[in-house]
Nanobody, 128 residues
Framework: QVQLVESGGGLVQAGGSLRLSCAAS????????MGWFRQAPGKGREFVTA????????YYADPVKGRFTISRDNAKNTVYLQMDSLKPEDTAVYYC?????????????????????WGQGTQVTVSS
């Protein structure tokens, strides 16, 4: 059992920055693939970024490439999402997810069904 708790969401103006945190329980945290997904009102949950296993392999969805950065601190059992140059279209509830994936390619990491644990989400609102 893994529990995930997101924090760091809020209201920010376009062009601003925000850093989300995802604190995870468990002593085997470093073995999990960690991902970030987001869901805008009236839309499905979409892939944002993920880091495979203990780190080293990362993928980003096209809309956030060059603006968002995923990182992790295994000692603190925490994953971060640094969001820079935020746009109004980034407005969504952001969810942290964890899974024990054995495939590291993008097609696997972007699939919601490959993640077993989810946080409750944190709201990010970007004003124009």
């Amino acid at each position: 059992q893994v529990q995930l708790v997101e924090s760091g969401g809020g209201l920010v103006q376009a062009g601003g920055s925000l850093r989300l945190s995802c604190a995870a329980s468990g002593r085997t945290f470093s073995s999990y693939t960690m991902g970030w997904f987001r869901q805008a009102p009236g839309k499905g949950r979409e892939f944002v970024t993920a880091m495979y296993g203990s780190g080293g392999t990362t993928y980003y969805a096209d809309p956030v490439k060059g603006r968002f950065t995923i990182s992790r601190d295994n000692a603190k059992n925490t994953v971060y999402l640094q969001m820079d140059s935020l746009k109004p279209e980034d407005t969504a509830v952001y969810y942290c997810a964890a899974g024990q994936l054995r495939a590291s390619w993008y097609a696997a990491l972007r699939k919601l069904e490959n993640y077993d644990y989810w946080g409750q989400g944190t709201q990010v609102t970007v004003s124009s």
